[in-house]
C-alpha cells in the first residue's frame, strides 16, 4: 500500500470479526513499535501484547468501559497495551553526555516518555493499516488502572498510556463518520506560519 494511502485510510476501528491474524503479522504490527523516534533514544516503552482468548478475555473483564458502545471491540484478535517508563529517560539523561544528574523532571519541556511511547503506538496503528487490518487506540480508565496492574504483574514504574486493538474489520464497523470529517480541523486553523498572528 502506498504510504499516502495508509495515511488517509488510518481511523479508529471498533468492531472486529473473530478471524486470527497471523503469527507473523502480530511480529510485524509489534515489531514496527520499534522504530519510533525517543529523546536520547531512551526507548523508555513496554508493550504488553495479548494474542490468547484467556488473556484477552481478562482485559475485557477489566477494560469494560470501552466496549459498552462497542462489544465488536472484544473480537480484536490483538490487544496491545503501551507503557511508558519515565525512569528509562531519567536515567539516560543522567547520563555524562547529557548530564542531567539531578534527574529533575522540571528540565523536561513535556512528558517524553509518555509522547515517546505514543509515537510508538501510532507506528503500530498505521503497520495495522498497512496489513489491511483494522486498529483502534483508547485509554484505560483510572480506576480501571490498579485492576489491569495487578491482573497482568505490571512492575511499578510503567504506566499503561492506553491500549490497540487489531484485527480483520467487522461487518459493523460505520463509514468514517461525517462528524469526524466535519470536526477535522482545516489546516490553515492549526498551522501558523511564520508567527502566530499578526
Ligand atoms: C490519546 C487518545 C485517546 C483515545 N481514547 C479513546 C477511547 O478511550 N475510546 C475510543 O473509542 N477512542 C479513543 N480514541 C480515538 C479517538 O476518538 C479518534 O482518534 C478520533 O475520534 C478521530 O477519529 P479517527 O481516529 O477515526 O480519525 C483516542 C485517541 C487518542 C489519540
Same mark, same amino acid.
Given at each position: 500500500m502506498e504510504y499516502s494511502q495508509v495515511i488517509s485510510r488510518r481511523r479508529m476501528v471498533r468492531d472486529y470479526t473473530d478471524e486470527p491474524i497471523s503469527a507473523s503479522c502480530v511480529e510485524r504490527v509489534l515489531a514496527s513499535a520499534l522504530r519510533a523516534p525517543s529523546a536520547g533514544f531512551s526507548q523508555g516503552w513496554a508493550f504488553l501484547a495479548l494474542t490468547e482468548q484467556e488473556d484477552r478475555a481478562r482485559f475485557w473483564q477489566i477494560a469494560s468501559t470501552q466496549t #459498552?458502545?462497542?462489544?465488536?471491540? !472484544?473480537?480484536?484478535?490483538l490487544i496491545v497495551v503501551s507503557l511508558s517508563h519515565k525512569d528509562a529517560y531519567l536515567d539516560r539523561y543522567a547520563e555524562a553526555d547529557k548530564?542531567? #544528574?539531578?534527574?529533575?523532571?522540571? !528540565?523536561?519541556?513535556?512528558p517524553y516518555w509518555d509522547i515517546d511511547t505514543g509515537m510508538a503506538t501510532l507506528l503500530m496503528l498505521l503497520t495495522a493499516v498497512d496489513e489491511g487490518l483494522g486498529a483502534c487506540f483508547f485509554g484505560l480508565m483510572p480506576d480501571e488502572l490498579s485492576p489491569f496492574r495487578a491482573a497482568f504483574a505490571i512492575p511499578a514504574g510503567?504506566?499503561?498510556i492506553g491500549a490497540t486493538t487489531v484485527g480483520h474489520r467487522g461487518a459493523?464497523?460505520?463509514?468514517?463518520s461525517e462528524r469526524v470529517a466535519q470536526r477535522r480541523r482545516s489546516i490553515d486553523e492549526v498551522v501558523h506560519r511564520g508567527s502566530w498572528g499578526d
Open positions: #459498552e458502545h462497542s462489544p465488536g471491540m !472484544r473480537n480484536a484478535p548530564g542531567w #544528574e539531578d534527574r529533575a523532571e522540571s !528540565r523536561w519541556p513535556a510503567y504506566l499503561p459493523n464497523v460505520p463509514p468514517q
